[in-house]
């Protein structure tokens, strides 16, 4: 199904990258070094995906385009997040390119092999995003930029495996595990419930109607038609 | 006639005056007598001013947190849907802003930051009580606890806004509200463990969004 009207989206992605920076760089709560890095990495991880996605599109398709780019804007914007705090600008560079690429990969072919239901394409987005930059801030997070790990003396430790720390990218496995599985089983859970106590979706009728009809009993555009 | 005013009376006056004013000045400016009192006063001086800087990006961020719900992811869904499904979607977006809000005042922030076990927060803040213009050194030494609170409630608002892209065009409105309703509950048990998981791994800063982007996948084929 095309999207009705890609310039509303394009308009939001901007906001969406432009607001990002509150998110990451104010992550840090306070205004320090810590939240320059988050503001730097996070622009930089934007521009890289929007790059990454585009080439792999023009290379597929013989066309790179405006959806493209702000797919890929905001698959890096949302890889980049776990990372933000860790990494240096050139690693944000080289995660917003494997981003852009691997989530064109997951819309582009995974999705026709699976064909599940994802017109938003949110799981290709936000879910294969936020997956593969939650696994490379275990590769790339590094002591320099934000030393996390301590030993009983107070020296720092490595972070990620930049640094020789392969353990991290352990962590980040069994922290994505468990986001996994709680969010599975948390919306399923929450999803039975509301489908038992007032039913999930809106009637076939309905859908076919459009819910801004259906639901708010309004309409989004009322176009005059000219005589001719 | 020429009525003068006494020179005397005049210059008197003036001397006074500035016996005065030079008089406040130096109360002002000695009043710390001691180095040590010196001391705390500039040290009060410093953590007021970092505090301000601080403060001032805290809240600009928190406003910036909210444009990527308000316009941002609005108008990026509401783009992406057919035509006839545009006002629904932005609304979802736009119900969160509201509805989230509401809930975080009342009880929201008490159960995601309020005292507690490690996977939930207590009931100690329902109504905001006790979240004042004071800094929570729990969270945040350096900004009043309402600025924590209320850029925490920024990302309250833009998790169940990201999740509605996954039900968009099929779900019904009640259902999206109780929905979220729900899951505000399940994933403020998710905020209050961000503290165990930064023990455990250093990636998980920022785990709060990761449940929302991935449950977008497994809502999607419902």
């Known amino acids: 199904m095309p999207p009705h009207s890609v310039v ?36 930089f991880a934007a521009a890289a995906a929007a790059v990454g996605w585009g080439v792999a599109e023009w290379l597929r398709n013989g066309k790179a385009s405006a959806l493209g780019a702000i797919s890929g804007a905001v698959a890096g914007l949302v890889a980049i997040t776990p990372a933000a705090g860790f990494v240096t600008p050139m690693s ?46 275990g590769i790339f997070a590094t002591s320099s930029i934000n030393p996390i790990y301590h030993n009983a003396r107070g020296d720092v430790l490595p972070s990620g495996v930049v640094d020789g720390n392969w353990a991290q990218l352990g962590n980040q496995f069994v922290a994505v595990a468990i986001a996994w599985v709680l969010a599975i089983v948390g919306t399923f859970i929450i ?20 819910l801004d009809l259906s639901q708010h009993g309004e309409e989004g555009y009322y176009w005059e038609l000219s005589a001719s | 006639m020429k009525r003068r005013f006494p020179r005397g009376k005049l210059r008197a006056l003036f001397l006074c005056l500035i016996l005065l004013a030079s ?57 992406l849907v057919r035509k006839k499904n545009v006002l629904a979607t932005m609304l ?32 100690h803040n329902v109504f905001l009580h006790g979240v004042g213009l004071r800094p ?27 999740i509605t892209g996954a039900f968009a065009e099929r779900m ?5 509200l109780l929905f979220m309703m729900l899951s505000q509950f399940g994933l403020c048990r998710w905020y209050g463990c961000t503290r165990y998981f930064r023990r455990v791994g250093a990636g998980l800063r920022h785990i709060p969004g990761t449940p929302s982007r991935i449950s977008q996948g497994t809502n999607a084929p419902s």
């Open chain 1, 92 to 137: 944000s560079l080289i995660i917003g390119l494997i981003a852009g690429a691997f989530c064109y990969f997951i819309v582009a072919k995974v999705k026709n092999w699976f064909g599940y239901d994802d017109s938003l394409d949110a799981f290709g987005v936000h879910g294969a995003g936020g997956t593969i930059g939650a696994l490379l801030t």
């Open chain 1, 8 to 43: 509303l989206s394009f308009v939001g992605a901007c906001l969406l990258w432009v607001g990002w920076f509150g998110f990451n760089a104010g992550s840090a709560l306070a205004a320090s070094g810590l939240a320059t890095s988050a503001f730097v990495n996070t622009h």
């Open chain 2, 23 to 79: 008089g406040c000045h130096l109360t002002a400016q000695s009043s710390p007598a001691t180095p040590a009192d010196r001391i705390a006063q500039l040290e009060l001086q410093v953590k007021n001013a970092q505090s301000s800087a601080d403060n001032a990006w805290m809240l600009v961020s928190a406003a910036l947190v909210l444009l990527m719900t308000g316009p941002g992811l609005a108008l990026f869904y509401g783009g």
């Open chain 1, 191 to 210: 999803l039975k419930v509301v489908d038992l106590l007032i039913g999930l979706r809106v009637t076939a009728d309905h859908e076919v109607q459009g």
């Open chain 2, 136 to 162: 929570d050194t729990d969270y945040a030494a350096t900004i009043p606890a309402q600025t924590f609170m209320v850029y925490q409630l920024m990302f309250a608002i833009i998790t169940p806004a990201l």
């Open chain 2, 92 to 123: 979802q977006s736009f119900a969160m802003m509201a509805l989230i809000t509401v809930i975080w005042a009342i009880v929201g922030y008490s159960l995601s930051f309020g005292a507690g076990n490690s996977f939930i927060g207590g009931l």
């Open chain 2, 172 to 176: 019904k409105f009640s259902a999206m």
